[in-house]
């Protein structure tokens, strides 16, 4: 696991050497100045957010995908959001997008007023625990990223809200190659989200109904097809 400084100064993590995951960010799409203030402010306050070359992966999908309504776990400042809304605009699309910490709720809608998309993404505040079972949608593409821990409880609730020829996309899979690190070397704090994470990804990876590929971009990417 390695941790580098990004093209603005953030620490970003990644399982790739500095040199190539700085080569990649180069060929990253250019972001207006409110992208990149946005980049700015995760940094300055501790926010983790998806790096840029991670933002264009999950467009090429949505596109790939032709998905139109898709739902987040986990907005944070909606700097992925953004890039999700932008990502389905072609098809009239909607973000659905979920934000337990209220602060953190604010500055995405602030964010999002400013990127101009109020009408694009639907910001639901609290705890995906108590909201994903009251979700009556259907979705065509599902981004998780938040609680590590969770994944396997996210998934279960969120199978039946993916579309059939829905797009699961779940990040940070590799814990920051946590996974191939051997427990007793992990702190003990790490142990059980990361144990969970083995188990959530033998599950999606083995799962009868569902083709699933593990990308090894920044900190892991499951990208799972239900069939
Ligand atoms: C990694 S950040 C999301 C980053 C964002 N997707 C981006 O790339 O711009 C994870 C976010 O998930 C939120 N979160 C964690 N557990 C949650 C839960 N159970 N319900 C809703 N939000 C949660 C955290 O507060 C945090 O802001």
New binding site residues.
């Given amino acids: 696991m390695l941790s580098l400084m990004n093209v603005e100064g953030a620490i970003m993590t990644t399982v790739f050497s500095p040199e190539i995951e700085a080569y990649l960010r180069n060929l990253a799409p250019v972001r207006p100045p409110f992208m990149l203030e ?1 980049e700015k402010y ?1 940094m300055e306050n501790y ?4 790096p840029p070359e ?2 264009q992966f999950l467009t090429f999908l949505v596109h790939l995908s032709q998905a139109r309504e898709v739902l ?12 999700l809304a932008w990502a389905v605009a072609p098809r009239d699309g909607h973000i659905t ?5 209220d602060r ?1 709720a604010k500055t995405a809608l602030k964010n999002i007023r400013e990127a101009g998309l109020e009408d694009r993404i639907t910001l639901l505040k ?6 994903v079972p009251k979700l009556q949608d259907t979705y065509d593409f599902i ?1 998780i ?3 590590k821990g ?1 994944y396997g409880w ?1 998934f279960e609730k969120l199978y039946p809200r993916l579309k059939p020829g829905g797009i699961l996309v779940s ?2 899979v590799l814990a920051e190659g946590g996974v191939v690190t051997p427990d007793e070397e992990l702190r003990h704090r790490q142990k059980t989200a990361v144990r969970r994470l083995r188990d959530y990804l033998e599950m999606i990876t083995a799962h009868p109904n569902l083709e699933t590929t593990v990308v090894p971009l920044s900190d892991g990417i499951a990208v799972s097809l239900k069939k």
Wanted: proline share 0%.
């Fill in positions: 946005m995760a926010v983790s957010i998806i991670v933002a987040e776990i986990g907005t944070a400042i909606a700097y992925s959001t953004i890039w997008t979920i934000e337990i910490n953190r609290g705890h995906a625990v108590d909201i981004f990223d938040a609680a969770q996210f990040d940070n």
